[in-house]
């Protein structure tokens, strides 16, 4: 194991956490790859896309899947064994929500895949590692509940943004799905887009202020540190990113052996968007990891189409 933590090879980003804040901090800021103007539209078309979602035909609010929080998930499109993407909102751990998330959902109900879109605990009011815990506790749910909720529990894809794909990479790690009761073959694949995926910079950095990230969630937190056995995995990003998270991506794709997909022409914030254009790369990349061979037998569903 290498001083950074990885158990396959040397881990370049946990040496950023040597380097200077006024390095650190414009490197991780993602507003800088945009404008304030045009942050603003790209927010406000999340929000407006996904409140269209819940005209879906028996699109599911606010259901309960962790009842040590008590925080909800929404649930679109699911019925007849549907795969499902479980989509996870970024805003660096302490921003945003599910009700501007589910923008993806009625493309994917086209193509027979239902979505779901979960809350959690925004910090500081809560750790990372007990957001972390919410999130594969989201996850837990949809398998444990697959029958009742209509969907494939052998095909959740996870997926998420920014903070969101750092932690979509969490449920991909291997090691902690026995604790939950989770086969060690879940989830069927991940597709986390422009993430963060060590934490050792984001200790030293400005997030640091609401995360307060201790070594020992440094090292357990760290999609990065521990590639052996991570679930089937694209690694997306946008080509307007800061360097921060370019480089992220560019080390986790490497430590996974794994491809890594830039979206030409976009930005950190609306790159996610392509996931509600189904003739876009990231749509149809996605609906590819839909259609891999479940590590698992399936459950009876539809095709994907």
């Not at 035909?57 to 962790?66: C, E, Y």
């Not at 660096?92 to 895949?113: E, H, N, Q, T, V």
């Not at 694949?189 to 995926?197: E, F």
Request: charged share 15%.
């Amino acid at each position: 194991m290498d001083a950074g933590g990885g158990d396959l090879m040397p881990n370049p980003i946990a040496a950023e956490a040597n380097w200077p804040r006024s390095r650190l901090d414009p490197d991780y800021t993602a507003r800088n790859a945009t404008t304030e103007a045009e942050f603003t539209r790209i927010l406000q078309a999340y929000k407006d896309r996904s409140l269209a979602a819940r005209d879906l035909p028996g699109a599911r609010m606010d259901l309960r899947f962790d009842p040590q929080s008590a925080e909800t998930l929404d649930l679109y499109a699911a019925g007849n064994g549907a795969p499902v993407l479980l989509f996870i909102h970024g805003g660096y751990w302490r921003l945003l929500d599910k009700d501007c998330s589910a923008f993806m959902a009625p493309a994917l109900a086209a193509k027979g895949i239902a979505t779901a879109v979960p809350n959690y605990t925004l910090a500081p009011a809560a750790s990372l590692t007990e957001i972390t815990r919410q999130m594969r506790a989201a996850l837990v749910y949809l398998w444990q509940n697959a029958a009742d909720l209509g969907i494939d529990h052998h095909r959740i894809v996870v997926c998420g943004s920014s903070a969101g794909g750092h932690l979509a990479a969490t449920l991909a790690m291997p090691g902690w799905q026995a604790g939950f009761g989770l086969p060690a073959m879940v989830p069927h694949a991940a597709l986390p887009i422009s993430g963060l995926y060590d934490l050792a910079p984001i200790a030293a950095c400005f997030a640091q202020d609401w995360l307060s990230l201790t070594p020992a969630e440094v090292a357990a937190l760290s999609p990065l540190r521990h590639p052996a056995g991570t679930a089937p995995t694209l690694v997306a990003l946008a080509e307007a990113e800061t360097a921060g998270f370019q480089r992220q991506s560019a080390a986790y794709a490497a430590a996974l052996s794994a491809p890594m997909l830039t979206i030409p022409d976009r930005n950190h914030f609306d790159v996610i968007l392509d996931l509600a254009d189904p003739g876009s790369r990231l749509f149809s990349s996605l609906l590819d990891l839909f259609a891999q061979k479940p590590r698992l037998a399936p459950f009876p569903g539809p095709e994907i189409g």
